[in-house]
C-alpha cells in the first residue's frame, strides 16, 4: 500500500469521524431542545387551562351559594333529578370538548410526526433538507412564540386599542349617574363636524363595553370614527365604571331609557336634527327597546342595530344549549356576585364563559391552543409577523370583560328564553308597558338592520326577526360579529362602512349620510 493510499483512508476515516461527530452534534442539539420544548408546550397549555378554568372557579362560588339554599326548599327526590340532569349535560359538554380536542392533537401532531420522521432521515442520511436539530429549533421558537411573545404582545396592544379619553379626540357632552355621552372628533384634521348635521348617538354592548368600538384607530379600524371622519356629529354613550359607581349597579331599563332621553333632547337642541340611534350587539336591542318604550317620541327618528339579538330564542345554537341545561339551573343567580356596596352585579366573565360552553367542540383549552399554534407555524421556520388585527381582537375578548346590572341582564335573557309573541310584543316591559315591534312603523321611524352572514354569536334569524313585523332594511355584511367594528369599519375595505356594496346594501354610515341629505332636502323645499 503506498503513502497516498494511506494518507486517503485517514483522511476518510477523518472525514467520517467528523460527520458522524456532526450528526452527534445535531442530535445532541435537538436533545437539549425538546427539553426546552416539554416545559414550553406544557407551560402553553397549563395558561390555555387556566384562562378557561378561571371564571369557572367564580360560577362555583355562586353556584354553591344558591344552591345552598334552594336544596334546603326543595324536596329531596326533585334536587337528585336535577342533579342528574345536570350531570348528564355536563358530560355532553365535555364530550364535545374531548372529541374537538382529539381531533385537533391528532391533526397537528400527525403533521409533525411526519415532519419529525423526514428530519431523521435527513440528519441519518445526510439528505437535503431540514434535519432534526433544525426541526427542534423551529418548534421551540414556535411554542416560545405562542407562550411568551404573542401574550405580551397582546398586553401591549392596549396602547392602541380602543378609547384613550386622555389622549384627546373625545369631548364630553353630557352625563348622568350612570352615563357618560362623549362626541367623538374626526381623526382626519381635514374634516369639520357638521353643526346642522344630523346626530347619532352609537350604544355599545354593556357586557364587551365601547372599546370594540374605537378598535384600531390609528389602522383606521374604528366605528364610530368611520362616522365622526364623515363629518356626522357623533356621539357614544357609555357606562360608568359599575365597580365604583352604585347607581349603575342597581340601574335597570327605565333608567336607560330616561338617560337617553335627556341625550337626545340635548343634542337636538345642540344640532337642531332628531337623533339617530345606533346600538351594536346587545346595545341594538338595548336601543330598540328604549325607541319602543314611548320616551324618545319626538327625538329619534331612525334606528340602527347592527349584530343585534332582537329575537335571542332564534339563535339556535344558543338555545339548543340551554334547552339541555334543566330548568332549575337556567337562573342568573348562578352568574352574580355581591360588591362590596352590597348591590349585585351579574359576573361578565361568567356569561361570556358560558358561551364557551355551548361550542366546546371549538372553544375547549386544547383546542384553541393548537389553533393559535398553527396560526404561527411555518415551515421554513420563518416568523409569521403578529397581526394587529388579531391580536386586538384577542385583547378584547381577554380583557374587555365587564360586569354589568341585574335588571339589564334579565331584559336579555328574558329575549334569549321568551319568544316575541306572534302580534310582534317583546317579552320585556318598560315602564309597566308592553313593547311591540310595530310602534316603530307607527311613529315612522326608520329602520336600518346590519348582521353578518357567519355571525356564530348573533345568528341572523335572531337579528332579522323584526322583519315578521315591520319593514326594514336590511344589510348583510361578510364574516362574523365583529366584522363590521373591524375588518368594514376601515375606509378602503370592499365593505366600508360609507359605501354602497352588494346587492343593494347601504353601510350604516352611508345610511346616516343619506338620512341627512334628505332632511336637508326636505328643509331646502
Known sequence: MSRYDGDYKI???????????????????????????????????????????SPFRTALNAFNALEAEKLVQLPPWESF??????????LQIAEKGLSGSTKAVQEYHLKKFDEACQAWFNTILDKDGEDIASFSARQLKL?????????????????????????????????????????????DPKVKVRKNGKPIIIIPPYVLGPNILAFLPRERKSYIHAFADQGIPTYLRFTKDIDTTPSVQIMTGENDA???????????????KAVTLNGYCQGGFIAAVDVLSGKLDGLVDALITCNSPMDGTRSVSLVEYLQHLPK????????????????????????????????????????????????FDRANGTDLPINKTGVAINHWLIYDRNDFPVEITKMSFN??????????????????KKLNFKRIKEKGIKFLICCGDKDDLVDMPSALAPLDYIDAEVTVFPKGHAAIATSWSKPDSKCALHTCFGENCRGPVRYQLDLEKELDEKSDG
Open 11 to 53: 483522511f476518510s476515516m477523518l472525514e467520517q469521524l467528523f460527520l458522524l461527530l456532526q450528526k452527534y452534534n445535531k442530535i445532541e442539539r435537538a436533545a437539549t431542545d425538546n427539553v426546552k420544548i416539554s416545559f414550553s408546550y406544557w407551560g402553553g397549555v397549563n395558561k390555555y387551562l387556566e384562562a378557561f378554568a
Open 81 to 90: 333529578r336535577d342533579y342528574a340532569k345536570l350531570l348528564q349535560f355536563s
Open 143 to 187: 411554542l416560545n412564540h405562542l407562550v411568551y411573545t404573542y401574550p405580551e404582545a397582546i398586553k401591549n396592544i392596549g396602547q392602541e386599542y380602543g378609547i384613550h379619553l386622555e389622549g384627546g379626540g373625545y369631548k364630553i357632552e353630557a352625563e348622568t349617574d350612570r352615563f357618560y355621552l362623549y362626541q367623538v372628533l374626526p381623526l
Open 258 to 272: 330616561l338617560d337617553t332621553q335627556m341625550f337626545c333632547r340635548k343634542l337636538i337642541s345642540k344640532h337642531g
Open 328 to 375: 332549575r339551573f337556567r337562573d342568573l343567580g348562578y352568574a352574580v356576585r355581591t360588591l362590596p356596596s352590597g348591590n349585585q352585579v351579574v359576573d361578565g366573565e361568567v356569561m361570556s364563559w358560558v358561551y364557551k360552553l355551548k361550542s366546546m367542540e371549538v372553544e375547549a383549552p386544547l383546542v384553541t391552543f393548537y389553533r393559535d399554534l398553527a396560526m
Open 415 to 432: 329575549s334569549y328564553t321568551i319568544p316575541v309573541a306572534g302580534d310582534g310584543t317583546l317579552p320585556v316591559k318598560l315602564f309597566g
